[in-house]
């Protein structure tokens, strides 16, 4: 039901924009959240848009350098990732979840999530 895809190889300091597509659900229901993970790694939460769009949050390895938005006529959730670094390789995973949570800081915690994308490989390498 969710999609990730525009990922790819690019340079130190280059950009990707990444797109979460949706099919069967409407991502206007659902907080979106963009997570990654590199070889031997835990999966990280990246980054967090509301249902409205009204609030977004980064983690700290990115801010500043992505943006996360969307596009409700296209259902789609984006990740424009720029100034990308070798440490941003990863694969890129969206994830949506529509329910009531307990905790304020939910959208870090990848188990909260009820809907996944198979994930797309970003590789930042000269």
């Known amino acids: 039901q969710l999609q990730a895809s525009g990922g790819g190889l690019v340079q130190p300091g280059g950009s990707l924009r990444l797109s979460c597509a949706a099919s069967?659900?409407?991502?206007?229901?659902?907080?979106i959240g963009w997570f990654r993970q590199a070889p031997g790694t835990e999966r990280e939460w990246v980054s967090f848009?509301?249902?409205?769009?009204?609030?977004?949050y980064y983690a700290d390895s990115v801010k500043g350098r992505f943006a996360i938005s969307r596009d409700h006529a296209k259902n789609t959730v984006y990740l424009q990732m720029n100034s990308l670094k070798p440490e941003d390789t990863a694969i890129y995973y969206c994830?949506?979840?529509?329910?009531?949570?307990?905790?304020?800081?939910?959208?870090?915690?990848?188990?909260?999530?009820?809907?996944w994308g198979q994930g797309t490989q970003v590789t930042v390498s000269s």
């Open positions: 069967g659900i409407t991502l206007d229901h659902y907080g």
């Open positions: 994830a949506a979840d529509g329910s009531l949570h307990a905790s304020s800081n939910w959208y870090k915690d990848k188990t909260e999530y009820a809907y």
């Open positions: 848009i509301s249902t409205s769009g009204g609030r977004t």
